[in-house]
């Protein structure tokens, strides 16, 4: 599957509030790094996008994590 993370729906689901919960406290604490990783993160639209790409210097290391080769 891709992007399979190994969590399983409740352990995701879990792992979705703490994420947000830091996400809060950073937006607390310092509003311009919260702005700039939320900024960096990748939509449901970009994923489906990489996920159907003809580019070829887009490939999953061994980690599950997208590399980006440039064009």
């Known amino acids: 599957m891709f992007l399979d ?10 792992m979705d509030n703490v994420y947000e ?3 809060l406290e950073v937006k607390t604490i310092n509003l311009k790094l ?9 939509t ?3 994923v489906y ?3 159907n790409s ?3 210097n887009v490939i999953i290391n061994d980690k599950e994590q997208l590399e980006f080769f440039g064009d």
């Open 5 to 14: 993370n190994g969590l399983n729906p409740e352990q995701q689901e879990h």
């Open 21 to 23: 919960s830091l996400m």
């Open 34 to 42: 919260y702005e700039r990783l939320r900024g960096k993160e990748l």
């Open 44 to 46: 449901e639209k970009d």
């Open 49 to 51: 996008k990489l996920i």
């Open 54 to 56: 003809k580019n070829k």
